[in-house]
């Protein structure tokens, strides 16, 4: 029972480079989000997706593009790295939840976390 | 625009004793979902309880419920009975639209809980 699968758990990049993160999840989820977590500032959102094929910004998008490809994959990738993107990076899924279905249903799933330095 | 603010950085709290972390939202939609998740220090987010808009009572799970103040746009969450467990951060969270196409699903910015023995 793997839920939402993120990879690499930790990585260091250095000012420029590209890397791409990959979230993966076998619950059939329509919903996909990637989020940033920094000290003090919560959990930010960066860009979301509600179905395969379509992705949306979120509230700090810049320096970061995404793919949904696949219903059950949401890939975000850093085209140049900056030392402002060092973060810890969370993908998460949910269902489509409808006012009538079963509310335990609204829940977020989450990724373990990916560290990011970039130095 | 969409918007949950959290007022509490820190709290501290002696074991078996209660507990309210505040949470307040502000959104223009009639129909909305809001959620506390808890991240201990190992950094997962585990889901704790949930509320709907349209929901007339408030939600309970075990030791945690949510006092739902739809004209206030607050949803506190109460502990009861701390446990030296519950330390961790938490974070009220919401989702506009309910099941419409602009389904963000945004975050505040926490509160760090520590209960005390």
């Known amino acids: 029972n793997a839920g939402v699968t993120q990879t690499p758990k930790f990585r260091v990049l250095k000012t420029g480079q590209s890397m791409t993160l990959l979230c993966a999840q076998d619950m059939n989820h329509e919903y996909m989000y990637w989020y940033r977590q920094d000290p003090g500032m919560g959990l930010r959102l960066i860009h979301y997706?509600?179905?395969?094929?379509?992705?949306a910004k979120g509230e700090v998008p810049d320096g970061y593009n995404v793919s949904r490809l696949k219903k059950q994959n949401f890939l975000l990738g850093l085209e140049s790295a900056a030392p402002s993107q060092t973060s810890v990076y969370f993908c998460?899924?949910?269902?489509?939840?409808?006012?009538?279905?079963?509310?335990?249903?609204?829940?977020?799933?989450f990724g373990q976390g990916t560290r990011l330095t970039v130095v | 625009a969409q918007k949950i603010t959290q007022t509490q950085p820190g709290m501290f709290v002696q074991e078996k004793e209660a507990v309210t972390l505040d949470c307040t939202y502000d959104?223009?939609?009639?129909?909305?979902?809001l959620f506390w998740y808890k991240q201990p220090s190992s950094g997962e987010m585990i889901f704790l309880i949930y509320?709907?808009?349209?929901?007339?009572q408030n939600a309970t799970e075990g030791r945690y419920s949510l006092n739902f103040q739809k004209a206030r746009k607050s949803a506190n969450l109460v502990i009861s009975a701390s446990q030296l467990g519950d330390s961790a951060m938490y974070f009220c969270?919401?989702?506009?639209?309910?099941?419409?196409?602009?389904?963000?699903?945004?975050f505040g910015t926490g509160t760090l809980l520590a209960v005390q023995p």
């Open positions: 997706s509600v179905g395969e094929g379509t992705t």
């Open positions: 959104t223009s939609d009639q129909s909305y979902g």
């Open positions: 969270a919401m989702r506009e639209s309910y099941g419409g196409a602009t389904n963000k699903l945004i």
């Open positions: 509320q709907g808009s349209y929901d007339e």
């Open positions: 998460a899924s949910s269902y489509w939840a409808l006012r009538d279905i079963d509310p335990r249903n609204a829940e977020a799933f």
